[in-house]
Each structure stands twice: as structure tokens, then as C-alpha cells.
């Protein structure tokens, strides 16, 4: 009996979940794509193999599981949206997209998919398009493997690498990103899961996440960005163990929250961004072991974040560990490692006796006054700043970690 | 050799030459005398061009020596306090001014070898003793067989023994028909060398005469007290 | 070069305060090289360094030689030789062998740990500054004949360069904080050759990027390779300026 409910496995199976399968390519008995897809039904696969493939704007309209075989390149002649996908359960996997069509308007994209559910894009390259990976009004997607890279010099000449417009549960997952405005870009999208992506070089932001709740981004790498990542307008987001890293540049930071509550910021890594975290209008946000390390800023917060939680951070070899702009602090500092602190623990519990100012008097002014940084390494800044760890006056003496830790946290 | 003009120099209010004229010729040996700051020392420096005169001209053979410098080949100097640079040798030194005076002359070593300098030669300056120091000024200034000695207090500071030496050299160098120009307040040390007296007193030169004409108006052989007699009679004046 | 400048190179060089900043600035360089684990870190300690000790010791060095050869430049005007080649050879032996001094305890670490642009350009500014700050001990010395006086404008001139000009710079940027004053403060930077040095160093290193605006329109002028020629001209001005006044003054000045 086993047998041969295996023999019907292998055998009957696939037919009954891809249904038939058809073969694109030269000397094959399909040409085009085009004609594949109107001559195919519901569930069947269409295999294309390698060659190139100018066919225009290629719409995948019912659910049909495409297969690239090395790689064949689909190209958009700088002309068209090159493959849109107006259907549930599609599969697009193997292909080259290139050269999409750019124009502001309608946004084309390497791949677009539109109002659709269950859609699995993996294992793709694409290559010099507007937009990536497009999805809108989209659900139960899985963008995976995909690598993307575009040329522009400019935010304007450019679209987003995956771009993802009121979705919901969406999986990215592995993509390399390069060169595109976004990186990311998430807009009204909720319970999806960004992990193990790499956003690296470009033009704006490595991932921009806006009015997007309740989801995750776990182990990427934000590197060389524009302006690093921006999340922004958005409840109940974990981050964890990603690495934000050389975000380096006027207006660039490693990580921006702007208008964020209830999430959490766990074992990251944040190195030499002008910037590490930039945070304003921000609530009860716990901010945990994580390594800030050789940045500008280590951390900006603004007077507008109330009740959020830093704790066993560490903070190392940065300009300006801390910088605020305002007087009052109602966010908790305790028990990070400041490498920049002087005490000492005479009762060897690792936490030093007397509590530590992460504030310079510098950073204070150059917040009041960014031109002030001008003076930067003067000698006069270095007197004041020294004057005033001996004897604070100037800045908020609420602005204290009262358990400084004397060795740094092991992530 | 040395003709000074109607020479006036004040340092602000304070009047330090007033109207001197002096005329010295060579194979003379002056002592130019006075009390402190009368202006001796200006002068000296007025020849040597390192105070510039407000009014009036110096003329050394014959020429103005304002805006040239060459004519200060003649002239060895010998100053008061002769300091030198910390570090740099005795040797340093003398072929330092051997190169600024680029003089293929054959030089005048009698000093450097009776002051015994020769063996010191790498020894710095920092080392040195006041009077070493001094022997070292005596003898740059002889060194380059010059026209014009001017010998600013030469023997003080040294020792007896080299005091005597400077004073054969000086003797040997009247006799050359040298211009000798010495300034100095101890007047029995110049009995056996002068043959000519300044004496100058606030800025202006009270008196320039002969030794012989000094002593014939005071009745005096030792010059010391022929000066002082003078000098009372100045004042009863 | 002449005789009197190489004696006079010599007798610095053999000169203990010179020795031991010399010993000094090794020491610093190549501290903070082997500590800081990158070397544009390393660099901006060092232009902390150099902007701090570098104009100090030229200065005082230089005013305390200058009152102490006295003496001596009186010894080589009593012989054939113009006012302004002893003061020349004077101003070349004190430049030479503090750059001499300069090079040997920075410019090697540098050109070690940092043989870049930057390193290149930290090293012409340490020898710009250097002679600046003798050019304007040049100056100060020869406005007085007092020892104390001429080492007491030395030292304020260098407080003043060092660190109150910094404070009225602060003072005015507070002041005048609701205007674009931009523009003014490269102006106002080009009257202290310390921030002039300072500034173009750090617009160089990657944290100018801290800068945020006024950086970027400090970067515009400074960033350009017509900027560093204005910046080094600016400097170059710095030397000549007090160091032709003083040999103007010493040409008429009576010793």
C-alpha cells in the first residue's frame, strides 16, 4: 500500500499541483513568453530557458508558476514594466529583469504585483530597473534570494529596490539590494518579516518603513547608505541583530526613529554612522545590548522621547556618546557601558560608584548651535569640556546613568 | 680716519648725544671716558652702526657710513659683555665670522695663540667663563688685522695676566698707526697706552685733548689725576 | 645657506628645550598612532597636538632665543654685514631646525601611519604653523627691548591664538546665531592661523561630515583644491606679514 502511495506521489503528484508544463525558448515549442502565459491554464508551469527576451510588458494573469533555466533576461527595453503579476499564487523564479521602463507616474518595476495573494518571487537578478520588486495590496508574498541592482547617481533618476505598499504578511527574505533610492521601502504594511537582507549603497535609505505595525527586521546589514534606515510613524517594530554601518554623510544615520512606540531595538550593531540612532517623538522604546561603536553621534535623542528604555548598550569610541536638545530627560539610562567613564567600583559588583554624565558640554552646544562645531578639537572646547565633567553646570544633571557598567556587554 | 658731525641721538625724552663732533685719526689711541650713561657706549655703537643717529653724520675714511655696511671691514669690536649662542663652539664662532668677513688676509692669530684658545676650540660657549668669553671677543676683534679698534671696557673681566696681553697687543697695534678707540672707567689701566682723551658728560664731549696737552695744563703726570683736576675745575666753572 | 645659518641650526638643534620637544612630539605621535585603533582618530589627536604644543614652543622658543642672541647680533652687526641678513640667518636658523624638530618627532609617524593626502597635508600644516608662530615671535621680541615684556606678548599672542579667539568666535556664533554667517566665519577663521590649520584639517577627515551645514559650506571652500591653495596662501601671509614688520623695525632699530 505504501508503494504505491508513492508511486502516485511521484508520478501524479506534480501534475495535479503544476498542472501541465510548458517550454519557452529557442527550438522549443513556444517562442514567447506572451504566448506561453494565453496558452496556458490555471497551475501550469511554464519553463523559459536561457536567451533574451523582449516581449514588452509580460502580465501574468491567472496562477501560473514561472521557471527561468540560466537565467533568461527579460528585457524591458528602458519601455516597459517587465513583469506584472495581476494573480494569485504565482511563482517567478530564475529570471533576469532588466532595464525597466522609468517614468514617475506609474511607477514600472522590474516586477509588479498587484493586488494579489500568495506570491513567491525567489532566486531572481534584476538589473538596471525603475522600480524592483514592486508589490501593492498584496498578502502572504515571499520575495526571497532576489538580487537588485540599479545605476543612478540620483534620488530622482531612481525607484526603490523592493517596494511594498499596503501589504500585509510579507516575507523578505535574503535580497541584496544596491544602488536603488530605497533599499526597502515599506509604506502601511503589517505583520511581515524582513530578514537577513542586504541593503548596501544606496541612494537614500537602506530600508524606509513608514505606517508599518507590527513587524520585524532581524539579521540585515544596512551598509553605505544615503541616510542609513528611517523608520518612521509606526508601532510595535522589532529590531534585532541587524548591523547598521557606515552611514556616513551630512544628514546620514545609522538608524532614524521618528514617531515610534512600544518596540524594540535588540543586539544591533551600529558603526561609524555619523549618527548611530537619531530619535524623536518616540515612546517606550527598549533599547538593548546593543554596540555603538566608533560614530559621530552615538546616539541622538531629542527632548520630544519620553519613557524609553536604554539599557546595557555599549557605547565605544564614539565622538558624542549622547546628544540632546533638551533639558528635561524622561528616558532611562542605567546600566550601559560608557567607555568614555572615569569611576571606579570599589565593591567590585562591575558597576561603578558614581553615576556617569554622558553629556559634553560640547555636544549640548553644537545641538543649540550646529555651526559651533566648527570648534571642534579646540583647544578652548576641550578646556570647557573638561571643566564642566569636574563641575556640571551647564548640562542637565538629570541626564545620568546611575549604574554605569564598568565592563562592556557581551552581545 | 673717523669724523663724527653735529651727532644727536635721544632714546625718547632722555637726550643721549648732543652735538658731537669728533674727529680721530689713525695711530691715535683714545680713551674715551665719563661717567655712567654720558653716552659713551651710544657713541661707540653710533660708529658701528648699531644705533642709528637722529641727526648728523659719521664719516670712516671719508665715507658716510649711514646705509653701507662694508666699511665695517675696519673696524674690530671688542663689546663689554660678550655673549654667544649656548651651543655653538669657540671654533664655531670664529669661522662664522671668518666666513661673513670672506677676508683671504692672512689673519692675525697672536692672541688666539697667547690666550691658549686653540686647544679650547670645541668647547661650547655655555661652557666658557666670563673672562674665556672675553679673551674670545679680544681676539675676533683683532683677528682680521682691522684699521679701527674699538675695545668697549677691554680689560675687565680678565685676569691679570691676560689683561697684560691684550694691553702688548693694543701697544703693538698703536705702533702699526692703527686708530685705537677704548672706552673704560678704570683710567690708571690706560696710563702706559693713550695718547688722546674724550671725556664726555650727558651727552656731549666736555673735553678732547692730547695727553701732553693735558698734562701741561693740569701740571700732573699721571693722567688719572690730570683728568680729575680737570674735572674740578669744570665744575667750579 | 650660509655659514651663520648653519651655526646658528647647530647651536638650536644642540639646544635642550628643542631636544626634548623634539623627544615630546615623538613620544605624543607615536602614542597616539600605536592607541587609537584607526588613524583618522589618531590624526585628530594629533592636530590637537600640533595646534597646541607647536605654536607654543615656536613662540616662546623663538621670543627667549631672540632676547638671548642679543648680544651675539650685536657682535655680527659690528662686522661687514647687512641688518637683514642677520636677522634673515636669525629667522631661517630658528624656522629650519624647529621644522627640523617638527618633522622628526610628526612628520615621520605620519608618513608611517598615514602616508595619505591628509598626512601630507597635516604635516604642511604643522610646518606652516611652526614658522608661523616663529615669524610672530619675530615680531613681538623686537617690540620691546625688555626679555619679560617680549615673552609676555609672546605668550598672550599664543593664548590668544590658541584659545581666546576660539571663545570670542563661540561668542559671536551665539550672538549671531539667527543670521547665515557662513561665509563670515571663513572670513573670521583666516584671522587665526590655528583655526585656518584646524579646519582644513578636519574638513579632510570624515568628520566633517559632523559639520551638518556649515560644514558643507565650509567644505565648498575648503574642499576645493583652489580653497587649500587660499588656505596655504592665507598662511603663507601669516608668516610673511609679522616677520616683514619686525625685519622693518630691525632695520632702524638701535641695539
Known sequence: MKIFFK???????????????????????????????????????????????????????KPLSLFGIDYPVLDGQKKFEVLSIKANNVLVTGFKLQKSGMATLDDPGGIKVYDSKCVTICNNILDDNFFGIYLQYSKHCIIKNNKLIAYATEEQQIGNGIHCWKSDSLQIIENDVTGHRDGIYFEFVTNSIIWKNNSIKNIR??????????????????????????????????????????????????????????????????????????????????????????NGWGMKIQASCMDNEI??????????????????????????????????????????????????????????????????????INLLDKSEKILPSLTPDNFIDNKPLMNAVTL | MIEINQLHKSFGKLKVLNDINLTFSSGDCIALIGPNGCGKTTLIKSILGMVIPDKGNIKVNGKLISKDYQYREQIGYMPQIGRYPDNMTIGHIIEMIKDIRKTNQKLDEELLNQFLLKSMFDKRMRTLSGGTTQKVSATIAFLFNPNILILDEPTAGLDPLASEILKEKIITEKQKGKLILITSHLLSELDELISHVVFMNEGQVKFHKTIADLKDATGEQKISKAIANVLKSTIHE | MNRIVKYIILDILKNKIVIIYTLLLSILSWSV???????????????????????????????????????????????????????????????????????????????????????????????????????????????????????????????????????????????????????????????????????????????????????????????????????????????????????????????
Open chain 1, 311 to 380: 539599557k546595557q548598550n555599549n557605547f565605544l569610541n564614539n565622538t558624542f556618546d549622547i546628544s540632546t536638545n533638551g533639558s528635561v530627560v524622561l528616558n532611562n539610562f542605567d546600566n550601559n557601558y560608557w567607555d568614555k567613564y572615569e569611576g571606579y567600583d570599589l565593591n567590585k559588583d562591575k558597576i561603578g560608584d558614581i553615576p556617569y554624565h554622558p553629556l559634553s558640554l560640547f555636544s549640548i552646544i553644537v545641538e543649540k548651535n550646529p555651526p559651533a562645531m566648527l570648534l571642534f578639537r579646540s583647544f578652548m
Open chain 3, 33 to 255: 598612532f600605536s592607541l587609537e585603533d584607526n588613524s583618522s582618530k589618531g590624526m585628530l589627536t594629533l592636530l590637537n597636538v600640533i595646534l597646541l604644543t607647536v605654536p607654543l614652543v615656536s613662540v616662546i622658543f623663538s621670543t627667549i632665543y631672540l632676547y638671548n642672541s642679543s648680544e651675539f647680533i650685536e657682535l655680527l652687526l659690528s662686522q661687514p654685514i647687512k641688518r637683514s641678513k642677520i636677522w634673515n640667518s636669525l629667522f631661517m636658523g630658528l624656522v629650519i631646525s624647529l621644522m627640523l624638530s617638527f618633522f622628526i618627532g610628526v612628520g615621520i609617524p605620519i608618513l608611517i601611519y598615514s602616508p595619505n593626502d591628509v598626512g601630507i597635508m597635516m604635516l604642511l600644516v604643522g610646518i606652516f604653523i611652526s614658522t608661523i608662530f616663529v615669524s610672530i615671535a619675530f615680531l613681538s621680541s623686537i617690540l620691546t627691548r625688555d626679555k619679560a615684556k617680549g615673552i609676555g606678548i609672546s605668550i598672550i599672542l599664543w593664548l590668544f591664538f590658541g584659545l581666546l579667539f576660539d571663545g570670542i568666535v563661540l561668542f559671536l556664533l551665539f550672538q549671531l546665531s539667527d543670521y547665515p554667517i557662513e561665509k563670515l566665519m571663513i572670513g573670521i577663521t583666516a584671522l587665526n592661523p590655528i583655526d585656518l590649520a584646524r579646519i582644513l584639517i578636519l574638513l579632510h577627515l570624515d568628520v566633517s561630515a559632523m559639520m551638518g551645514h556649515t560644514g558643507a559650506v565650509f567644505k565648498e571652500f575648503f574642499g576645493t583644491s583652489l580653497g587649500i591653495i587660499i588656505v596655504f596662501i592665507i598662511l603663507l601671509l601669516w608668516i610673511v606679514i609679522p616677520y616683514y614688520a619686525s625685519i622693518l623695525k630691525f632695520k632702524s632699530k638701535d641695539l
Open chain 1, 7 to 61: 508511486i502516485f506521489l511521484v508520478f501524479f503528484l506534480p501534475n495535479c499541483f503544476f498542472g501541465k508544463q510548458l517550454n519557452v525558448g529557442a527550438g522549443k515549442p513556444i517562442l514567447s513568453i506572451k504566448e506561453a502565459i494565453s496558452k496556458s491554464n490555471k497551475g501550469d508551469s511554464i519553463f523559459v530557458y536561457g536567451g533574451i527576451y523582449k516581449e514588452g510588458n509580460i502580465i501574468i494573469d
Open chain 1, 205 to 294: 535609505y537602506g530600508l524606509h518603513f513608514m505606517f508599518s505595525n507590527n513587524d520585524a527586521y532581524i539579521s540585515n546589514t544596512f551598509k553605505n547608505n544615503g541616510a542609513g534606515v528611517a523608520v518612521m510613524f509606526t508601532h510595535k517594530v522589532k529590531m534585532i541583530n541587524n548591523i547598521f554601518e557606515e552611514n556616513w554623510g551630512d544628514a546620514a544615520y545609522g538608524l532614524m526613529l521618528k514617531e515610534i512606540s512600544d518596540s524594540y531595538i535588540y543586539g544591533n550593531q551600529f558603526k561609524r554612522n555619523t549618527t548611530g540612532i537619531y530619535m524623536e517623538g518616540t515612546n517606550r522604546i527598549k533599547v538593548e545590548k546593543n554596540n555603538l561603536q566608533a
